[in-house]
């Protein structure tokens, strides 16, 4: 098979890019096509040594550090501008620029793995409250009408869909009207040593809004709690700027770190904070569990169908000051064992997920193969004789010698 991997864009190292990281991995051959990358970026630097295949958009003068987000009305030309004719598996990886909308022939089998679809489209929280912004508001109201339409003909392009969770995998449902199989991102780091638990907390996201890192440091300023935040800036909302003048002397913010650190920081925390508002799936508490760390999260969202209450950390209700409090003092009193929050986190391991994903983009393959991949009465693969079979739908065959 020829397979091409294509991706939003590659700028912010987050929870998508490292499901791409795995694909890349297991596709080693395929080229990453993608709207833009940064250079210099954390992910440009992951991927660099990758075949990366930029659209047009990277030569547009300002279009990757300011305007891919204004201009975003330009993904259906960014995204059909690519040929994909020659490959007969492509694999996108989509949330929010709207991937979906590459065409590829008939024959080719297009699965999508959607992280989520966009959620500025219908009515989500997202990093930044545009919509406070009256020019902004106004703007995005005629330019969203259209890109729902285009995010919803650009769904039915696709073959077959994959969801990182039973939250997006009912999101995919509710407005694109397609079945998707939900198969959890891969969760993997480095494991060293024993890590000496600390007394600090800690919240890793990057510096944006949507991400409750305002609520973890006013609770942390309010009960004189150590808290580290993990996390580089991103957009141009301000928001690394506003959490820094309001923090107080127990926060410290961290900026980026390598995996390396990042594995020690989980291990060393006496609680994870996972404090988004409808979290689309959210690694970050997995691998908080996989380093043996309890998590306090916000009921909602992804979150649900990581996190086990009483087991493996504790859920809180509202996003204010005061439930985050009790929720913290009433972890205090359980006795969550490392060991329970690590065999919860091997659920969404690395080699789940590509095991998982191989057998799914097999089973898939074969079926396509039986509806496009015939011709006349010899199969075009191998020449081979064919028969019917009911499988596929009526008037599909198989072949003796392939077996598919």
Not at 116 to 141: C, D, N
Request: with cysteine; hydrophobic share 35%.
């Amino acid at each position: 098979m020829k397979v091409a991997l294509v991706h939003d864009y590659l700028n912010e190292f987050g929870g998508a890019e490292r499901v791409l990281l795995t694909l890349s991995k297991m596709y080693s051959n395929a080229p990453i096509y993608t709207a833009f990358y940064k250079k210099g970026s954390q992910a440009y630097r992951r991927f660099k040594d990758k075949d990366i295949r930029p659209s047009w958009a990277q030569s547009v003068p300002g279009f990757v550090d300011k305007l891919h987000s204004p201009l975003r009305f330009l993904s259906p030309l960014i995204w059909e501008s690519f040929d994909l004719s020659e490959y007969d598996l492509v694999i996108s990886s989509a949330s929010w620029y709207i991937t979906k909308g590459i065409i590829t022939r008939p024959e080719t089998v297009h699965i999508c793995y959607c992280h989520t679809p966009p959620r500025y489209l219908y009515g989500y929280s997202t990093s930044i409250e545009w919509q406070k912004y009256w020019l902004v508001r106004q703007y995005a109201k005629i330019v969203n009408l259209f890109l729902r339409k285009y995010d919803f003909q650009a769904a039915q392009r696709v073959d077959y869909f994959v969801a990182n969770s039973e939250n997006t995998r009912k999101r995919i449902q509710k407005f694109y009207r397609r079945e998707a199989r939900v198969i959890y991102p891969p969760v993997e780091l480095p494991q060293g040593g024993r890590i000496k638990r600390g007394n600090y907390y800690l919240a890793i996201s990057r510096i944006v809004g949507g991400k409750g890192l305002k609520l973890a440091v006013e609770v942390a300023n309010e009960l004189k709690l150590p808290l580290k935040v993990v996390g580089a800036p991103a957009g141009w909302g301000g928001e690394d700027k506003k959490l820094r003048e309001m923090a107080g002397s127990t926060v410290e913010f961290l900026g980026y770190v390598e995996d390396e650190e990042l594995a020690g920081l989980y291990g060393g925390a006496k609680a994870f904070l996972a404090l988004a508002k409808d979290e689309d799936f959210g690694i970050t508490p997995v691998e908080a569990m996989a380093m043996g760390t309890p998590v306090v999260a916000f009921n909602g969202g992804g979150y649900k169908e990581t996190v086990v209450e009483g087991k493996t950390g504790v859920f809180f209700n509202q996003l204010r000051v005061k439930s985050l409090i009790e929720a913290i003092r009433r972890l205090d009193q359980l006795n969550i064992k490392e060991a329970d929050c690590k065999e919860r986190a091997r659920k969404f391991s690395k080699q789940r997920f590509v095991d998982e994903m191989n057998k799914f983009v097999d089973k898939k393959y074969k079926e396509h193969f039986l509806v496009y991949k015939r011709d006349g009465k010899k199969c075009s693969r191998c020449g081979g004789k064919i028969k019917k079979t009911k499988i596929g739908g009526k008037g599909t065959f198989y072949c003796v010698k392939c077996q598919i």
